[in-house]
């Protein structure tokens, strides 16, 4: 079993910053890749991005440029750096985790239980 426990949301104004924190317990294994998605208000669910061990990254290409994920192995802890936050940023932000990357950024093992993120205009 994995345990993911985020932390970092609040509310920000437009043109903000945020960092959100995950940080993975349990079987190793299972959380080689990690990982964000959201769900904003009325919308699906949407990878924002993952990172494995090693460092390699997928993002959302929506959000390249304004979004980076990080990784401390160290610590067990991912990490979200939200720059230039826009109103329709706001939503659930959601750790995930897997073996791979590929499963993580398409089907994930394994989800956190969110922290909202509010961006007001």
């Known amino acids: 079993q994995v345990q993911l426990v985020e932390s970092g949301g609040g509310l920000v104004q437009a043109g903000g910053s945020l960092r959100l924190s995950c940080t993975a317990s349990g079987s190793r294994f299972s959380f080689t890749a990690m990982g964000w998605y959201r769900q904003g208000p009325g919308k699906q669910r949407e990878l924002v991005a993952g990172i494995t061990r090693g460092g390699s990254t997928n993002y959302a290409d929506s959000l390249k440029g304004r979004f980076a994920i990080s990784r401390d192995n160290a610590k067990n802890t991912v990490y979200l750096q939200m720059n230039s936050l826009k109103p329709e940023d706001t939503a659930v932000y959601y750790c995930?985790?897997?073996?791979?990357?590929?499963?993580?950024?398409?089907?994930?093992?394994?989800w956190g239980q969110g922290t909202q993120v509010t961006v007001s205009s």
């Open positions: 995930v985790s897997g073996v791979t990357l590929q499963r993580t950024t398409t089907s994930p093992d394994y």
